[in-house]
């Protein structure tokens, strides 16, 4: 039976008073203050659910609840198991009803990565938690430590704020046709207003002066054009902060180029998955990145790195991310005096030089150590400061952003045509010169694309044509609207005439306004 239970406090650390190993040996620094034993019997114990993950996760989440334990964090910990030894029970989703109590208990989640086993039919459990759990956006703090951790950019600190739901995260997912695969690509009003108002939100909460967004709008009109104009929207509304749109190739070159120019980024799922991996390894490594997953009432706290399967069991992995995920965590429950105690120290220990494998350089760094010797050396400066590098001071006591978002009435929406998708093996004219005799009497074959681009009418011979074929008909009396019984009648004749739908999308205006785009040479 596998489930969550309450996890025993490790012996070494249970208590108020304990030692600290150095890697060279007992030190035998007496810990924890006071003040910390009067904060922690004066704070309730806050609920967390923890998993330890797979590969170097374990290891990695003991550093890090040993460093945060050390600080003073008063927590009550539930473990749960998820990934790869769920997923191995032929459990696709990679976690059990079980878990999901935990978390709906605590709505807190310290998570070390996971491992999803490769091949079908196992779904990812990252997207799996973030979904289900509402946890709309995914905070990655990207920045450098110059001159302690090597990087070409000395004064980078760009926040990335990714969209946590949408996007081609949907994983909806056919093989349509011999040739054709598709992924649907959702991007929804409520969904974007509330990152994109997060985005804001944050930046006012903590001092920062720009929001900037990155979409593809040029290309994909409807979906990024939507992200960007509620961003344009919103940006309206927070006439405090300078706000920015860069088109996300010339964004993501100026960003891996100048980030130093950016401060608070915001974006579409898969552009903020792939660009703050770049940002977190341009600014020293993405083994240091932590972020916080925020939904309404809920959060999940992790490193941005994988579970690096070929580093585990060796104490040689970097706890780093997962300990700024903490600490982010940290301030989220209130407890920012811990959070401003154990960053701190952790920033005096990068600027000591002791450095795990990943990030040392014989030219800055001073010590290798491994996991747990970094860990020891963090606990060991608890209550320092850094001395070069700009220390933090979280507010003391949490509060999380609420997000508000604007009502706004349901539009008109009328039928005014159907896009039918069909697989053919022929020429565009062959094709387009039956589906014109089929769409009678109620519709018009407006135009036929193939992958998008249009080849009938008016097609030239030059155009690479593969076998899935987008028909669009609207109503044979233009601008008029055209009834489902039509379309299912349509649908009948195709399949009548052996050319039958493989996938069909109605074609809709909104307040008058088309819910759709125009083929590529239309
Ligand atoms: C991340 C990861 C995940 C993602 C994977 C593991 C599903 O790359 O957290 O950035 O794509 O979101
Ligand atoms: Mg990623």
């Known amino acids: 039976m596998w489930g969550y239970f309450r996890i025993c406090p490790h012996p070494r650390i249970s208590g108020n008073n304990f030692r600290v190993f150095h890697d060279d040996g007992l030190i035998g620094k007496e810990m924890n203050s006071e003040a910390n034993k009067k904060n922690n019997e004066s704070r309730k114990a806050v609920p967390v659910t923890v998993a330890y993950g797979d590969g170097i996760g374990p290891e990695i989440m003991e550093a890090t609840l040993r460093i945060i334990k050390a600080g003073g964090a008063n927590l009550d910990l539930e473990t749960i198991t998820i990934g790869e030894s769920v997923f191995k029970k032929g459990i696709t989703s990679g976690i059990e009803p079980s878990a999901w109590d935990s978390l709906r208990r605590t709505r807190v989640f310290l998570k070390a990565p996971i491992t999803t086993p490769e091949g079908g039919g196992f779904k990812s459990l990252n997207v799996t938690v973030r979904k289900t759990l509402g946890l709309f956006a995914n905070v ?71 929001v900037t967004c990155f979409t593809k709008d040029n290309i994909m009109k409807l979906t990024d054009g939507t992200f960007r104009r509620i961003f344009d929207d919103v940006a309206r509304e927070y006439p405090d902060i300078e706000s920015e749109h860069w088109i ?110 990943d990030i040392f350089d014989p030219a800055v760094s001073r010590k290798k150590v491994g996991t747990k010797e970094f860990a020891d050396a963090v606990i060991d400066n608890l209550g320092e400061y850094p001395q070069q590098l700009k220390s933090v001071n979280y507010p003391p006591h949490g509060n999380p952003l609420k997000i508000k978002l604007v009502e706004r009435p349901a539009p008109s929406k009328e039928l005014v045509g159907v896009d039918v998708f069909v697989d053919w093996r022929g020429s565009a004219d062959e094709l387009g010169k039956q589906l014109d ?57 195709m399949v009548d005439a052996g050319i039958p739908p493989i996938k069909t999308e109605g074609l809709f205006t909104f307040d008058g306004e088309p819910g759709f785009s125009l083929g590529q040479g239309q």
């Open 437 to 493: 005799e089929v769409s009678k009497p109620e519709f018009q074959l407006v135009m036929i694309t193939n992958r998008g681009t249009k080849v009938y009418p008016g097609g030239i011979p030059d155009t690479f044509c593969v076998d899935h074929w987008r028909c669009r008909f609207q109503s044979a009396t233009s601008g008029q609207p055209v009834t489902h019984r039509n379309v299912i009648d349509l649908f009948g004749r």
């Open 140 to 210: 990655r703090p990207c920045l450098s430590y110059y001159p302690f951790i090597s990087t070409k950019h000395h004064d980078m600190d760009v926040v990335i704020i990714r969209e946590n739901e949408e996007d081609l995260y949907g994983g909806i997912e056919h093989r349509q046709t011999a040739d054709v695969f598709q992924c649907l690509k959702l991007i929804s009003i409520p969904g974007s207003e509330r990152v994109i108002r997060y985005a804001f939100e944050y930046a006012r909460r903590y001092n920062r002066h720009k």
């Open 248 to 357: 996300v190739d010339i964004g993501a070159a100026k960003l891996a180029d100048s980030p130093e120019v950016f401060d608070v980024i915001v974006m579409p799922n898969l552009y903020g998955d792939i660009l703050s991996d770049v940002a977190a390894q341009i600014a020293g490594s993405v083994g240091l990145a932590g972020s916080s997953n925020i939904g309404d009432g809920f959060a999940m706290f992790e490193a941005i790195h994988g579970s690096a399967p070929r580093r585990a069991g060796q104490n040689l992995a970097n706890p780093s991310g997962l300990l700024l995920a903490a600490v982010q965590m940290l301030v989220y429950i209130g407890q920012g005096d811990v959070a401003t105690k154990v960053h701190n120290a952790w920033l005096k220990t990068i600027e000591d030089g002791i450095h795990t494998y």
